[in-house]
Nanobody, 125 residues
């Protein structure tokens, strides 16, 4: 069973940056894909970004493309989400997710098998 623990959330002003981290533990193999989702108050959870095991493929939601960058360090079992040019509408609980199923990276937008508990990102205007 894989456990995912996020860190790095906090309060930042609009235009600022934050980097989220997600450490995976408890699994025999590294997840094929790791990603980030977010849920704003009163809204449904939405896909943010995903990256495959070698980091060769990434996929982003249109709303964050060009501002957020996902990466991973398999030696540390860690995925990162660098968030730049933050906007108030980026305010949400950010969840790390992982999956061992192999499929086209675009198809993970609907969800993954393993989830962290989330970290809160608040962007003030």
């Amino acid at each position: 069973q894989v456990q995912l623990v996020e860190s790095g959330g906090g309060l930042v002003q609009a235009g600022g940056s934050l980097r989220l981290s997600c450490v995976a533990s408890g699994g025999t193999f590294i997840p094929y894909v790791m990603g980030w989702f977010r849920q704003a108050p009163g809204k449904e959870r939405e896909f943010v970004a995903a990256i495959n095991s070698r980091g060769a493929s990434t996929y982003y939601a249109e709303s964050v493309k060009g501002r957020f960058t996902i990466s991973r360090d398999n030696g540390k079992n860690t995925a990162y989400l660098q968030m730049n040019s933050l906007k108030p509408e980026d305010t949400a609980v950010y969840y790390c997710a992982a999956d061992f199923r192999i499929k086209a990276i675009q198809l993970y937008y609907s969800g993954m098998n393993y989830w962290g508990k989330g970290t809160l990102v608040t962007v003030s205007s």
